[in-house]
C-alpha cells in the first residue's frame, strides 16, 4: 500500500468519522422525532449514508430559513424563546 493509498483511506476515515457525529448530533436532539431519530442511524449504520433531512444543516442544526420561519410564524417573544432553546440545543451538541 502507498502512501497515497494511505493518506486517501485516512481521509475518507475522517469523513466517515465527521458524518458519523452530524448523525449522532442530529440523533441527540430532543426536538427531533423517533422516527427520524432512527431513520437516520439506521441508513448511517446499514449503508454509511448521513441523510439530510429537510430543514436541517449537513451538521444536524436547523437551517437559517427554518429559523426565519419561526420569526414569521410567531410573535417576538415567542419566536425569541423557541430561537433560543434551539440555539441552547445546538451549543451543547456543536464541538
Same mark, same amino acid.
Given at each position: 500500500?502507498?502512501?497515497?493509498?494511505?493518506? +486517501? @483511506?485516512?481521509?475518507?476515515?475522517? *469523513?466517515?468519522?465527521?458524518?458519523?457525529?452530524?448523525?449522532?448530533? =442530529?440523533?441527540?436532539?430532543?426536538?427531533?422525532?423517533?422516527?427520524? *431519530? @432512527?431513520?437516520?442511524?439506521?441508513?448511517?449504520?446499514?449503508?454509511?449514508? +448521513?441523510?439530510?433531512?429537510?430543514?436541517?444543516?449537513?451538521?444536524?442544526? =436547523?437551517?437559517?430559513?427554518? +429559523? *426565519?420561519?419561526?420569526? +414569521?410564524? =410567531?410573535?417576538?417573544?415567542?419566536?425569541?424563546?423557541?430561537?433560543?432553546?434551539?440555539?441552547?440545543?445546538?451549543?451543547?451538541?456543536?464541538?
Amino acid at each position: 500500500m502507498t502512501y497515497e493509498d494511505l493518506k +486517501k @483511506q485516512n481521509e475518507d476515515l475522517k *469523513q466517515m468519522i465527521s458524518s458519523m457525529r452530524d448523525v449522532l448530533r =442530529f440523533c441527540a436532539r430532543g426536538d427531533v422525532g423517533t422516527y427520524y *431519530q @432512527q431513520e437516520s442511524a439506521k441508513e448511517m449504520l446499514l449503508n454509511s449514508r +448521513k441523510i439530510v433531512w429537510s430543514n436541517h444543516n449537513e451538521d444536524g442544526t =436547523f437551517t437559517e430559513e427554518y +429559523k *426565519q420561519g419561526i420569526k +414569521k410564524r =410567531f410573535d417576538k417573544d415567542k419566536a425569541k424563546e423557541i430561537l433560543d432553546r434551539i440555539e441552547e440545543i445546538e451549543s451543547e451538541l456543536l464541538p
